[in-house]
């Protein structure tokens, strides 16, 4: 009998540890990190279930668990102590719309808290924070919503310009600050859209600009008269960062390309910086706020790229930085638009420079800028050209449709030729009946053919009707001549120019001819 009892209560002694050593107690989690759990892997089109057992320290101020953006559906169990079991379904009425619970005041003391997630990425687990670091967070969501209103304004303002003034460097410039004010979104605490919506408008935003900006830069250095294969590789570019991007933020768990991404990315950027040097050495006003801008943000998404391959944190510490960058470069961009050449308008003296029909410079600007600007590059050994434009055909076109019609073709044409991306020592206008001239302060002659055959693409996409021709639509013959500027050279160039146009007429019209003979001697002392 006596054997028995202690039989028994060396039973009842020994049975807890045993328990105990079955179970082990689930961790405490960090105030401040991420959440272990377990979670496969996971994307928009297949989402995962995150699960995650832990118990939370014993601190003096309230403790809350927050969610990523992949995170939805969140529920958190607290069991204990005892046989209490209370259950919180997530709500995003923490501050900036972010999904969570408040946990209650005693979860320290309890057996466990169990969470349960619906998510779309492996990399955004849950995290425990405290009402310090929330209240922290406050300040963050304080700098989203300052480069929100700064990206938001600028769209407007150009936006309108754009309209109102109907320049493709303002449109692409507003088109790219709006998809920026796009990607801060998320972070102003207004909504929050699950993943399965929020990852694609990433994306969508993210490739308007990708588009935006490089429309911006190739309008921006026009004046370069870049040749087409570099504009192809640009857009090229854009489309294969914004296939990635897309592809990463649909397959996420799934996308091992994140490297090829960035790099990707980051060769987009440098492209955008080399054509800012180009502008530099092209003289175009404004080229070093371009530069600038472009360099920043490029260096500072340099060093976020280079930071994801180290280890450590390093990486989400540049996020801000290189969101601020963004924020200047936009800033320096809107400075080189407003310091950048508006046009012929902007370089004409008064308006007895000024073509009554067409609103460019007239043939006394023309001449007074080869009387002026060609002697003052004499000392400089520096190229001067010239493109010159005829309409084929005009005074059958007068017959056939009337001199109002001829007066408007002629104002489409002069608009086109205004606006062909001439830079600061150069003007355009009118020469005389249907002929208008471009002078090229500093060009060689294979700019000055390209230049050449843009403006004849140009006016042969406003398509205006012409039935005296076989082509049914108004075209233009182009001849042009760059020569070594120097004293007594500028009928010479004039006359090059004018021999090129005849011979263009001459093999049919509708073309392009540039005077390919030897440039004469500087004559200058």
Same mark, same amino acid.
């Given at each position: 009998m006596n054997r028995?009892?202690?039989?028994?209560?060396?039973?009842?002694?020994f049975l807890p540890l045993?328990?105990?050593?079955? =179970?082990?107690?689930?961790?405490i989690?960090e105030?401040?990190a991420t959440?272990?759990g377990?979670v496969?892997?996971?994307?928009?089109?297949?989402?995962?279930e995150?699960?995650?057992?832990?118990?939370v320290?014993?601190?003096?101020?309230?403790l809350y668990i927050g969610?990523?953006?992949?995170?939805?559906?969140?529920?958190?169990?607290? +069991?204990?102590p005892g046989?209490?079991?209370?259950?919180?379904?997530?709500t /995003?009425?923490?501050?900036?719309?972010? !999904?969570?619970v408040?946990?209650?005041?005693?979860s320290w003391a309890? /057996?466990r808290i =169990?969470?349960r997630?619906?998510t779309?990425?492996?990399?955004g687990a849950p995290? !425990?924070v405290?009402?310090?670091?929330?209240?922290?967070g406050?300040?963050?969501?304080?700098?989203?919503d300052?480069?929100?209103?700064?990206?938001?304004a600028?769209a407007? +303002?150009?936006? *309108?310009?754009a %309209?109102?003034?109907?320049?493709a460097?303002?449109g692409?410039y507003? @088109?790219? *600050?709006?998809?920026q004010a796009?990607?801060m979104t998320p972070?102003?605490?207004?909504?929050?859209?699950?993943?399965?919506?929020?990852?694609p408008?990433?994306?969508?935003?993210?490739a308007?600009v990708?588009i935006?900006? *490089?429309g911006?830069?190739l309008?921006?250095?026009?004046?370069a008269?870049?040749p087409?294969?570099v504009t192809?590789?640009?857009?090229?570019?854009?489309l294969? /960062?914004?296939?990635?991007?897309?592809l990463?933020?649909v397959?996420?768990d799934?996308?091992?390309?994140?490297? #090829?991404?960035e790099?990707?990315i980051?060769a987009?950027?440098?492209?955008?910086? @080399?054509?800012?040097?180009i502008?530099?050495?092209r003289?175009v006003?404004g080229a070093?706020?371009?530069l600038?801008?472009?360099?920043?943000a490029?260096g $500072?998404?340099? !060093?976020?790229f280079?930071?994801? #391959?180290l280890?450590?944190?390093?990486a989400?510490r540049l996020?801000?930085?290189a969101?601020?960058?963004?924020?200047?470069?936009?800033?320096?961009?809107?400075l080189?638009?407003?310091?950048?050449?508006?046009g012929?308008?902007?370089r004409?003296?008064s308006r007895q420079d $000024?073509? &009554? %029909?067409t609103?460019?410079a007239?043939?006394?600007a023309l001449?007074?800028?080869l009387?002026?600007s060609?002697?003052?590059?004499a000392?400089g050994?520096?190229?001067?050209?010239?493109?010159?434009l /005829?309409?084929d055909?005009?005074r059958?076109?007068?017959?056939?449709?009337?001199?109002?019609?001829?007066d408007?073709?002629?104002r489409r +044409?002069?608009?086109?030729?205004?606006?062909?991306?001439w830079g600061p020592l150069?003007?355009a206008?009118?020469?005389g009946?249907?002929?208008?001239?471009?002078?090229?302060?500093?060009?060689?002659l294979?700019?000055v053919?390209?230049?050449?055959?843009?403006? @004849?693409?140009a006016v042969?996409?406003l398509e205006i @009707?012409?039935?005296a021709v076989?082509s049914?639509?108004?075209s233009v013959s182009?001849?042009?001549?760059?020569?070594v500027t &120097?004293?007594?050279?500028? *009928? =010479?160039? +004039?006359?090059?120019?004018?021999?090129?146009l005849?011979?263009?007429?001459?093999m049919g019209?509708n073309?392009?001819?540039?005077? =390919?003979?030897?440039?004469?001697p500087v004559?200058?002392?």
């Amino acid at each position: 009998m006596n054997r028995g009892a202690v039989l028994v209560a060396l039973v009842a002694t020994f049975l807890p540890l045993a328990v105990d050593a079955a =179970e082990p107690q689930p961790p405490i989690a960090e105030i401040g990190a991420t959440l272990p759990g377990d979670v496969e892997r996971a994307s928009i089109l297949r989402p995962a279930e995150y699960v995650s057992v832990f118990r939370v320290p014993h601190v003096d101020t309230a403790l809350y668990i927050g969610a990523p953006w992949y995170v939805r559906d969140l529920t958190v169990v607290v +069991i204990g102590p005892g046989t209490e079991r209370r259950t919180f379904i997530a709500t /995003d009425d923490l501050p900036g719309h972010v !999904l969570g619970v408040r946990l209650p005041s005693d979860s320290w003391a309890a /057996d466990r808290i =169990e969470l349960r997630a619906t998510t779309v990425s492996s990399v955004g687990a849950p995290y !425990l924070v405290d009402a310090d670091d929330l209240g922290a967070g406050g300040w963050h969501f304080w700098w989203y919503d300052a480069l929100f209103g700064l990206f938001a304004a600028l769209a407007i +303002i150009f936006g *309108m310009l754009a %309209l109102v003034q109907r320049r493709a460097l303002f449109g692409w410039y507003a @088109a790219a *600050m709006a998809g920026q004010a796009g990607l801060m979104t998320p972070w102003l605490g207004i909504a929050r859209p699950p993943p399965q919506i929020s990852q694609p408008l990433h994306a969508a935003w993210q490739a308007v600009v990708f588009i935006g900006l *490089m429309g911006f830069t190739l309008t921006y250095v026009r004046r370069a008269h870049l040749p087409r294969v570099v504009t192809s590789a640009a857009w090229a570019l854009v489309l294969i /960062d914004v296939a990635l991007v897309t592809l990463g933020d649909v397959l996420q768990d799934f996308w091992t390309a994140d490297v #090829l991404e960035e790099t990707c990315i980051a060769a987009l950027m440098l492209f955008q910086v @080399a054509l800012g040097v180009i502008a530099i050495r092209r003289r175009v006003d404004g080229a070093w706020f371009f530069l600038a801008g472009t360099a920043l943000a490029a260096g $500072v998404f340099a !060093l976020a790229f280079i930071a994801l #391959l180290l280890p450590g944190d390093l990486a989400a510490r540049l996020q801000d930085p290189a969101i601020g960058a963004r924020g200047i470069e936009g800033v320096l961009l809107a400075l080189a638009i407003a310091v950048s050449p508006r046009g012929d308008r902007a370089r004409l003296g008064s308006r007895q420079d $000024v073509d &009554g %029909l067409t609103g460019v410079a007239n043939r006394e600007a023309l001449d007074a800028w080869l009387a002026q600007s060609g002697a003052a590059r004499a000392r400089g050994g520096r190229t001067a050209a010239a493109v010159l434009l /005829d309409v084929d055909r005009f005074r059958a076109y007068n017959d056939t449709y009337g001199h109002a019609a001829g007066d408007d073709a002629l104002r489409r +044409i002069a608009a086109v030729v205004a606006q062909g991306g001439w830079g600061p020592l150069d003007l355009a206008g009118r020469y005389g009946d249907d002929r208008f001239l471009v002078l090229l302060g500093d060009a060689d002659l294979t700019a000055v053919k390209r230049a050449g055959a843009e403006l @004849a693409g140009a006016v042969a996409a406003l398509e205006i @009707a012409h039935g005296a021709v076989p082509s049914k639509r108004l075209s233009v013959s182009i001849g042009v001549a760059s020569v070594v500027t &120097g004293q007594g050279d500028r *009928m =010479e160039l +004039i006359r090059r120019a004018t021999a090129a146009l005849y011979l263009a007429k001459t093999m049919g019209r509708n073309r392009v001819v540039a005077d =390919e003979s030897a440039a004469p001697p500087v004559t200058g002392r």
